[in-house]
T-cell receptor, first 114, second 112 residues
């Protein structure tokens, strides 16, 4: 089974802190994604990457950056955390695009910014 | 207009009932379709892919209607353990990477 591992299950940070969320997948997937999920808004794509050092903005990239130096690892960075970034963050991966390629999720990081 | 739309529910049904959810998508060139299940405070997990010919997995049946641009999920003989939020996911054609569009989910409560 594909395993997508997120470094923290719960995280509490202060406004203005720099926050790193780490994600590692063990199935050699090309594509990796960061989503945030908020009640009533569903999953929203922040950034995705389809190859090492390649990144594309999703629907809500403001206030975030990403890094993909190795194929298995995709990091989400909050340069200066704000209270409106309190959310559940979900990392996901999938193989190279083709019919019916699925998304596999990590268990999520619940981030609280105080 | 949202790429994928779902009725948020909740659908409250008794054990043993049959329940169906629909999900509409806006891009007629969409390529792949999925239903994911998400338990409270957990990550979404793939329930089933949706094929053009329709497919069944035990008590779950998924169907695709390309002409009307919707997919459906039917759950027969509902169990308490089916209580969850069901997410509809669609991917468009024409990318060299997969871009997944999520509905906001339909909440199902199965009651004793």
């Amino acid at each position: 089974d594909v395993k997508v591992t997120q470094s923290s299950r719960y995280l509490v940070k202060r406004t203005g802190e720099k926050v790193f969320l780490e994600c590692v997948q063990d199935m050699d997937h090309e594509n990796m994604f960061w989503y945030r999920q908020d009640p009533g808004l569903g999953l929203r794509l922040i950034y995705f990457s389809y190859d090492v050092k390649m990144k594309e903005k999703g629907d809500i990239p403001e206030g975030y950056s990403v890094s993909r130096e190795k194929k298995e690892r995709f990091s989400l960075i909050l340069e200066s955390a704000s209270t409106n970034q309190t959310s559940m963050y979900l990392c996901a991966s999938s193989p190279l695009a083709g019919a019916n390629e699925k998304l596999f999720f990590g268990s999520g990081t619940q981030l609280s910014v105080l | 207009r949202k790429e994928v739309e779902q009725d948020p529910g909740p659908f409250n049904v008794p054990e043993g009932a049959t329940v169906a959810f629909n999900c509409t998508y806006s891009n007629s060139a969409s390529q792949s379709f999925f239903w994911y299940r998400q338990d409270c405070r957990k990550e979404p997990k793939l329930l089933m892919s949706v094929y053009s010919s329709g497919n069944e997995d035990g008590r779950f049946t998924a169907q695709l209607n390309r002409a009307s641009q919707y997919i459906s999920l039917l759950i027969r003989d509902s169990k308490l353990s089916d209580s969850a939020t069901y997410l509809c996911v669609v991917t468009p054609r024409g990318y060299n990477f997969n871009k997944f569009y999520f509905g906001s989910g339909t909440k199902l409560n199965v009651k004793p």
